[in-house]
């Protein structure tokens, strides 16, 4: 499995940012695949999922609202879309995928991981 991921930067809080993950080596249609962040100093956050097999879609609370994860399984692509960003938005967002959702909660338990993209939200 390889998960490549784009599209972080800078950008003033109250702005939106999408980031997006390629993925290789797995069908998206029958795989988890989601975002996890870990903010400087912090630990890992799991922040969104998506299992279009099992109809399911995550959000963390903190994020709840304010970002949208969706996929394309046709091109194996994931997107986060992020609006209404905040200071404390602000970390490595990773993409992830494994076969549930739930391992998301843990996010020390996900199997496969890509480089992370660095989101900064500064005025």
């Known amino acids: 499995v390889q998960l490549q991921a784009s599209g972080g930067g800078l950008v003033q809080p109250g702005g939106s940012l999408r980031v997006s993950c390629a993925a290789s080596g797995i069908n998206l249609k029958y795989s988890a695949i989601g975002w996890v962040r870990q903010a400087p100093g912090k630990e890992l956050e799991g922040v969104s999922c998506?299992?279009?097999?099992?109809?399911?879609?995550w959000y963390a609370d903190s994020v709840k609202g304010r970002f949208t994860i969706s996929g394309d399984n046709e091109r194996n692509i994931a997107y986060l879309q992020m609006n209404s960003l905040k200071p404390e938005d602000t970390a490595v967002y990773y993409c992830?995928?494994?076969?549930?959702?739930?391992?998301?909660?843990?996010?020390?338990?996900?199997?496969?991981w890509g480089q992370g993209t660095l989101v900064t939200v500064s005025s």
């Open positions: 998506v299992n279009s097999f099992g109809g399911v879609t």
């Open positions: 992830a995928v494994d076969p549930s959702c739930s391992s998301f909660f843990y996010p020390d338990t996900i199997g496969d």
